[in-house]
């Protein structure tokens, strides 16, 4: 599905997605969206959905200002689907080339919340997210949590989380909470030559349950604090020390901090 050409090119102001995939072995490719509350969902809206995506690329697409209250979440890019309370089998998912664009009204409008740019949610690994750029505008009132440019989910997983995934090549500026919040089993995942900067928390492994999990080579510059009192380059570790014990390795990374703001 390829909307470069296309003399329409922006779907406003729905009350859902602008497009949710169900099916496999699909390219969708620049479309604008803009408004919503969600902008692609790639996976079933319920569990019993016989339909389970896979190999599907999302690419050279740009989402701007998906937005929505403090009771639900806005993902511009969601892998997985459905809500909070099922698993999917979505896998191979690849996610490229995508501008993302999202605005924290912060006190102005406190019961508006922008979501994370790309969440990976409830689904199978094998997915790829590169050289995509997640910014956002703003920040958020005190008391209501952030979000962050890339998100898996759920937290503190041992099955049923972020594996077999490569993130790479991406920029991500001004997240509210995590530059790439990857909480889970961590198992083979990579994440490599992006750059981070303005967020509260560079990354977040907090915890990796059973990895290995790498994360080399990215640039952390400027955290910057936004719900928290606290901000930095990593946040790692976990309350439930059995939980806290999978395999994490950090190499030749940068970190740059000569501001005051932080």
Same mark, same amino acid.
């Given at each position: 599905?390829?909307?470069?050409?296309?003399?329409?090119?922006?779907?406003?102001?729905?009350?859902?997605?602008?497009?949710?995939?169900?099916?496999?072995?699909?390219?969708?490719?620049?479309?604008?969206?803009?408004?919503?509350?969600?902008?692609?969902?790639?996976?079933?809206?319920?569990?019993?959905?016989?339909?389970?995506?896979?190999?599907?690329?999302?690419?050279?697409?740009?989402?701007?200002?998906? !937005?929505?209250? &403090?009771?639900?979440?806005?993902?511009?890019?969601? #892998?997985?689907? @459905?809500?909070?309370?099922? +698993?999917?089998? %979505?896998?191979?998912?690849?996610?490229?080339?995508?501008?993302?664009?999202?605005?924290?009204?912060?006190?102005?409008?406190?019961?508006?919340?922008?979501?994370?740019?790309?969440?990976?949610?409830?689904?199978?690994?094998?997915?790829?997210?590169?050289?995509?750029?997640?910014?956002?505008?703003?920040?958020?009132?005190?008391?209501?949590?952030?979000?962050?440019?890339?998100?898996?989910?759920?937290?503190?997983?041992?099955?049923?989380?972020?594996?077999?995934?490569?993130?790479?090549?991406?920029?991500?500026?001004?997240?509210?909470?995590?530059?790439?919040?990857?909480?889970?089993?961590?198992?083979?995942?990579?994440?490599?030559?992006?750059? !981070?900067?303005? &967020?509260?928390?560079?990354?977040?492994?907090?915890? #990796?349950?059973? @990895?290995?999990?790498?994360? +080399?080579?990215? %640039?952390?510059?400027?955290?910057?604090?936004?719900?928290?009192?606290?901000?930095?380059?990593?946040?790692?570790?976990?309350?439930?020390?059995?939980?806290?014990?999978?395999?994490?390795?950090?190499?030749?990374?940068?970190?740059?901090?000569?501001?005051?703001?932080?």
């Amino acid at each position: 599905i390829d909307a470069t050409d296309a003399t329409i090119d922006y779907l406003e102001g729905w009350q859902d997605c602008g497009f949710r995939i169900e099916g496999s072995h699909i390219r969708l490719k620049g479309f604008k969206i803009f408004g919503g509350f969600h902008g692609i969902i790639v996976g079933p809206e319920k569990n019993s959905a016989p339909l389970q995506p896979h190999d599907v690329i999302i690419e050279n697409n740009i989402i701007q200002d998906s !937005i929505t209250d &403090v009771s639900h979440d806005s993902e511009p890019i969601n #892998i997985g689907g @459905g809500g909070s309370d099922f +698993f999917t089998d %979505v896998h191979n998912i690849t996610v490229q080339y995508n501008e993302i664009y999202l605005i924290e009204p912060g006190t102005a409008l406190v019961k508006l919340v922008a979501g994370s740019g790309i969440t990976i949610r409830h689904s199978e690994g094998g997915h790829i997210l590169r050289y995509n750029k997640i910014v956002f505008k703003g920040t958020v009132q005190d008391g209501i949590h952030g979000k962050d440019c890339i998100n898996s989910l759920p937290n503190f997983d041992w099955v049923e989380t972020i594996h077999d995934t490569d993130i790479y090549g991406n920029y991500c500026e001004g997240a509210t909470d995590d530059g790439f919040s990857l909480d889970g089993n961590g198992m083979n995942v990579r994440v490599w030559s992006n750059t !981070i900067r303005g &967020v509260t928390n560079g990354v977040s492994v907090t915890p #990796i349950t059973i @990895g290995p999990t790498y994360i +080399f080579r990215n %640039v952390f510059t400027q955290p910057q604090r936004h719900w928290t009192g606290g901000c930095g380059f990593v946040k790692g570790g976990s309350a439930n020390t059995k939980s806290d014990q999978g395999y994490l390795y950090f190499y030749h990374n940068t970190v740059v901090y000569d501001n005051m703001v932080a």
